[in-house]
């Protein structure tokens, strides 16, 4: 079976720009997460979505926005693009078959530098 | 909140001695735990969970143990190979609504041959 799939997984930017990342959950996966990762800050959480609703989400400015498809596949978009935006973007899916704790299965990520 | 905490990096270590990562939480509820491997330049995979007080999870000769009294899930190892040299995160995953996992902030590990 796949794994979870991120693209691009390079991208050079300059500020004041957007973004669109993209994200291919494993298959049969129902909820997919994203994460920012930064030296400074570590691995912070920006939102999941699960039947193309959003039900979690971080403390992250309204900047970074998300959606979901019907086939569970998933964007997020970063507008207004500022230096500190710079970072590998994460995306992990789960199968969100019972309700109860699930694990989360990550892509390769996608590096953003914002220049 | 929830978080956790782990031991800071980084820990250079020779082949074939013992590993241990410290590693604590805060959590309402009943998480689960996990610890998670990110080797340079790739992303995070998970390398053991436990879903339960008293569960160990182990693989690939990694174990830990959920530990509720004291809030714990250290990360062990008998014998490390260089081909350990990674970044390891503990993190524990909560359903509040959705589902997050929340992250420790990693510990560096450098195994010499």
């Known amino acids: 079976k796949a794994g979870v799939t991120q693209t691009p997984r390079y991208l050079i930017k300059t500020r004041g720009q957007q973004v669109t990342l993209s994200c291919s959950p494993i298959s049969g996966h129902r909820s997919v997460s994203w994460y920012q990762q930064t030296p400074g800050q570590g691995l912070q959480f920006l939102f999941e979505?699960?039947?193309?609703?959003?039900?979690n989400k971080g403390n992250f400015p309204g900047r970074f926005s998300g959606r979901q498809f019907s086939n569970s596949r998933s964007e997020m978009n970063v507008s207004t693009l500022e230096l500190g935006d710079s970072a590998l973007y994460l995306c992990?899916?789960?199968?969100?078959?019972?309700?109860?704790?699930?694990?989360?299965?990550f892509g390769p990520g996608t590096r953003l530098l914002v220049l | 909140g929830d978080s956790v905490t782990q031991m800071e990096g980084p820990v250079t270590l020779s082949e074939e001695a013992f590993l241990t990562i410290n590693c604590t939480y805060t959590?309402?509820?009943?998480?689960?735990l996990f610890w998670y491997v990110q080797y340079p330049g790739e992303g995070l995979q998970l390398l053991l969970k436990a879903t339960k007080a008293d569960d160990k999870g182990s693989n690939k000769g990694f174990e830990a143990t959920y530990r509720k009294e004291t809030t714990s899930f250290h990360l062990e190892k008998g014998s490390v190979q260089v081909s350990d040299s990674a970044v390891y995160f503990c993190?524990?995953?909560?359903?509040?609504?959705?589902?997050?996992?929340?992250f420790g902030a990693g510990t560096r590990l450098f195994v010499k041959a």
């Open positions: 979505y699960f039947s193309e609703t959003q039900r």
């Open positions: 959590a309402t509820g009943y998480p689960s």
């Open positions: 993190a524990l995953g909560l359903r509040s609504g959705g589902f997050k996992t929340i």
């Open positions: 992990a899916s789960s199968l969100e078959a019972s309700g109860g704790q699930e694990t989360q299965y």
